[in-house]
T-cell receptor, first 115, second 114 residues
Framework: DTEVTQTPKHLVMGMTNKKSLKCEQHMGHRAMYWYKQKAKKPPELMFVYSYEKLSINESVPSRFSPECPNSSLLNLHLHALQPEDSALYLC??????????????FGNGTRLTVT | KNQVEQSPQSLIILEGKNCTLQCNYTVSPFSNLRWYKQDTGRGPVSLTIMTFSENTKSNGRYTATLDADTKQSSLHITASQLSDSASYICVVSGTTDSWGKLQFGAGTQVVVTP
């Protein structure tokens, strides 16, 4: 089991639905990330939160809305998604106090299918 | 153009044999290079992180090497096991990249057969 917990594991939603992905870690990490991964491709960075503030948004469409309510939680709110948004969504965390050499700890992801 | 290139794209090896995966990068100036293992349907798991001054780092049967002069790294798997079947991803961090941004390679898919 990983130390980064993502829920739900699987999600099927229609294009008009609103849903949220959740991520939780209790390692005291103050940097948290959302990645999107399509089949047989490497993860693509979507958002980075550092000390609960959004520090990177990789020009992600507004139908994806991140939220970091506290240092342990990270949410990704989904609305009006398209079928091409179907992918594995990975959450990760790291300790920014150890600088650029801090390893990323990934969760096992949410497998999202948009119908 | 991707700044991290991995080879081969995929490989099949017999259980018990060794194999070596390659990673070439153009990221400069360089901060660190990481190898991750990703089992199908799961998140990547960190194997090693190497900085400029490190040439070799081991994690069990996994040994990573780094030549920062030629911008090449390799991951050697010794005495492969069926559980080594996974995608292995090389990830590079540059000192001028925004903090939190990493350059991912496309991965090498390894299949270990009995």
């Amino acid at each position: 089991d990983t130390e980064v917990t993502q829920t739900p594991k699987h999600l099927v939603m229609g294009m008009t639905n609103k849903k949220s992905l959740k991520c939780e870690q209790h390692m005291g990490h103050r940097a948290m990330y959302w990645y999107k991964q399509k089949a047989k491709k490497p993860p693509e960075l979507m958002f980075v939160y550092s000390y609960e503030k959004l520090s990177i948004n990789e020009s992600v469409p507004s139908r994806f809305s991140p939220e970091c309510p506290n240092s342990s939680l990270l949410n990704l709110h989904l609305h009006a998604l398209q079928p091409e948004d179907s992918a594995l969504y990975l959450c990760a965390s790291s300790n920014p106090r150890t600088g650029r050499n801090s390893p990323l700890h990934f969760g096992n992801g949410t497998r999202l299918t948009v119908t | 153009k991707n700044q991290v290139e991995q080879s081969p794209q995929s490989l099949i090896i017999l259980e018990g044999k060794n194999c070596t995966l390659q990673c070439n990068y153009t990221v400069s100036p360089f901060s660190n290079l990481r190898w991750y293992k990703q089992d199908t349907g799961r998140g990547p798991v960190s194997l090693t992180i190497m900085t400029f001054s490190e040439n070799t780092k081991s994690n069990g049967r996994y040994t990573a090497t780094l030549d920062a002069d030629t911008k090449q790294s390799s991951l050697h798997i010794t005495a492969s096991q069926l559980s080594d079947s996974a995608s292995y991803i090389c990830v590079v961090s540059g000192t001028t990249d925004s903090w939190g941004k990493l350059q991912f390679g496309a991965g090498t898919q390894v299949v270990v057969t009995p």
